[in-house]
Nanobody, 120 residues
Framework: QVQVAESGGGLVQAGESLRLSCIWS????????INWYRQAPGKQREMVAV???????KYGDSVKGRFTILRDNARNTVLIDMKSLKPEDTGVYYC??????????????WGQGTQVTVSS
């Protein structure tokens, strides 16, 4: 069974930085995409960054130039470095794996999310 867990969220002031981590475990045969999403209260879920097996790295327009996504294959981890944080970056950040697990079915695996709050 594949499990995904995020960590690193917290309360920071505008202009500060945070690093979020996503770690997964379980039997995985292939990962197609690793995505970070976020969701603010009352708003739709928004793509923050993605590492794609075929399309490389992409960022949401609102975070380009401030966020960096990094993959550590040896540790089954993806990090996202967030700099120059703004109050509008506040939300629950979710890690998502688009992957084939032990059942040989391609599906989405989600973590529980980690809260990021940026005060002005």
């Amino acid at each position: 069974q594949v499990q995904v867990a995020e960590s690193g969220g917290g309360l920071v002031q505008a202009g500060e930085s945070l690093r979020l981590s996503c770690i997964w475990s379980g039997i995985i045969f292939n990962i197609f995409n690793i995505n970070w999403y976020r969701q603010a209260p009352g708003k739709q879920r928004e793509m923050v960054a993605v590492i794609s097996d075929t399309a490389g790295i992409k960022y949401g327009d609102s975070v380009k130039g401030r966020f960096t996504i990094l993959r550590d294959n040896a540790r089954n981890t993806v990090l996202i470095d967030m700099k120059s944080l703004k109050p509008e970056d506040t939300g629950v950040y979710y890690c998502n794996l688009d992957a084939v697990g032990q059942d040989l079915v391609r599906r989405d695996y989600w973590g529980q999310g980690t809260q990021v709050t940026v005060s002005s």
